[in-house]
């Protein structure tokens, strides 16, 4: 069995940073990509960032610039540093692997750690 476990939510004041990490634990697997996404009250869970196997990135453009997501293979973990955080980043960020499970490809996700950016 497999999990994604977060990590580092809290709260804090705009302009602030926080750094959320995940952990992936289980046997058997290999990781693909790994991703934060982020759900706010109110609104459909939208994506963060998100990190390729070999490096690659990908991030929402409300957080190029602030936001930087970096992985290490050898722990099964990814973080999501956030910077000059706003209000409007207050929401619950699930982490999502896509792991490989012998020859199946399956989508995994954590149980959420909230943030919330005070003004």
């Known amino acids: 069995q497999v999990q994604l476990v977060e990590s580092g939510g809290g709260l804090v004041q705009a302009g602030g940073s926080l750094r959320v990490s995940c952990t992936a634990s289980?046997?058997?697997?290999?990781?693909?990509?790994m991703g934060w996404y982020r759900q706010a009250p109110g609104k459909q869970r939208e994506l963060v960032a998100t990190?390729?196997?070999?490096?690659?990135?990908n991030y929402a453009d409300s957080v190029k610039g602030r936001f930087t997501i970096s992985r290490d293979n050898a722990k099964n973990m990814v973080y999501l540093q956030m910077n000059s955080l706003k209000s409007e980043d207050t929401a619950v960020y699930y982490c999502?692997?896509?792991?490989?499970?012998?020859?199946?490809?399956?989508?995994?996700w954590g149980q959420g750690t909230r943030v919330t950016v005070s003004s």
């Open positions: 999502y692997a896509e792991l490989l499970l012998g020859t199946v490809i399956a989508d995994y």
């Open positions: 289980g046997s058997r697997f290999s990781i693909n990509a």
């Open positions: 990190i390729a196997n070999g490096g690659s990135t």
